[in-house]
Nanobody
């Protein structure tokens, strides 16, 4: 099982980034996929999640209207489009796959929002 995040980096406030997560080693289309983030000194928090079919999405209040989660089951990929980024969005962003009692995590990608 492998989840590999990419797309992080340094961006100015108001800018955009698109995170990607490549999945392998499990039946991707059967799993709920989520993005979490963890800022220094803070607990890991849920940012957004998407159902196995992609029909249902959920967002943290802090990112609703700015971030969009999507998935491509044919490519085993999940994405997080982040717009209107703020300094408080700075964190390590993690991809997570969940089905029943199975939880898989990626290694994370750093997002830094700073001028």
């Amino acid at each position: 099982v492998q989840l590999v995040e990419s797309g992080g980096g340094l961006v100015q406030p108001g800018g955009s980034l698109r995170l990607s997560c490549a999945a392998s080693g499990f039946t991707f289309s059967s799993y709920i996929m989520s993005w979490y983030r963890q800022a220094p000194g803070k607990e890991r928090e849920l940012v957004a999640s998407i159902s196995s079919t992609g029909v249902i999405t959920n967002y943290a209040i802090s990112v609703k209207g700015r971030f969009t989660i999507s998935r491509d089951n044919a490519k085993n990929m999940v994405y997080l489009q982040m717009n209107s980024l703020k300094p408080e969005d700075t964190a390590v962003y993690y991809c997570k796959a969940k089905r029943l009692t199975n939880d898989y995590w990626g290694q994370g990608t750093q997002v830094t929002v700073s001028s």
